[in-house]
C-alpha cells in the first residue's frame, strides 16, 4: 500500500519570510493563516491565454473561472518549479519562457466563509502540449485573445471569476506586461 504524504503549505510572516508550514486541508477555511503561493498566465504559441474553471468540489473558491494554474510552493521549491509541477499535474502542460510579472503581488479573498490570504507573486509564460485537465482540479479550459478574456471579465458576475484574477489582470495591464484590454 501507497501512502502519499500531505501537500505542505508553507506560512509567512507579513514580509513574506517562512515561519513554518502546515498540511493543505488545514490551511483553509474562515481564518486562513498567511501562506506563499503562485499564479501563472500561461499564453499558446499563438498568443492567446489559457483560462480555467476550477472544479466544482473544490474547497476554494469552486467553479469560478481563473487565470491559467494557481497553487502553492512546497518547503524548499521555487514557485518556477511549482508552476511546472502544478502545470503538469493539473493540466499535462509544460511550461516554458517563464518570468515575474508582479513578484510582490498579495491579496486576501472570501467566498462562501472559506479565505485565501496569500503571498501570491504572478507569473507570464507558455505552455506547451493540449490541455488534459484533472477533474478534480479544473473542470473547464477556454483559450482567448487577452482582450476577449477581459471583456469577459468585466461583462460577468463578480461570483464567476476569481477576485485575484480580476485584480491581477488589471495589475498586468497598468504594468504594461500585457495588451490593455
Not at 35 to 57: I, K, P, Q
Amino acid at each position: 500500500m501507497t501512502v502519499t504524504a500531505a501537500e505542505l503549505i508553507v506560512l509567512v510572516d507579513d514580509d513574506g519570510t517562512p515561519i513554518g508550514t502546515m498540511p493543505k486541508p488545514l490551511v483553509h477555511h474562515g481564518e486562513t493563516p498567511l501562506h506563499r503561493a503562485f499564479s501563472a498566465y500561461l499564453f499558446a504559441d499563438d498568443g492567446r491565454l489559457l483560462v480555467t474553471r476550477r472544479a466544482a468540489d473544490k474547497q476554494t473558491f469552486p467553479g469560478m473561472w481563473t487565470n491559467t494554474v494557481c497553487g502553492h510552493p512546497g518547503p524548499g521549491e521555487d514557485d518556477g518549479a511549482a508552476i511546472a509541477r502544478r502545470a503538469s499535474q493539473e493540466l499535462g502542460l509544460q511550461v516554458a519562457d517563464l518570468r515575474p510579472a508582479l513578484p510582490g503581488y498579495r491579496y486576501r479573498a472570501e467566498f462562501r466563509g472559506v479565505v485565501e490570504n496569500e503571498v501570491c507573486p504572478v507569473y507570464l509564460g507558455r505552455f506547451s502540449g493540449t490541455p488534459d485537465p484533472d477533474p478534480s482540479e479544473v473542470g473547464e479550459w477556454e483559450l482567448l485573445e487577452w482582450a476577449d478574456f477581459r471583456r469577459r471579465q468585466e461583462d460577468s458576475e463578480r461570483d464567476e471569476w476569481s477576485p485575484w484574477c480580476r485584480e491581477q489582470a488589471r495589475l498586468l495591464e497598468q504594468a504594461g506586461l500585457v495588451p490593455a484590454a
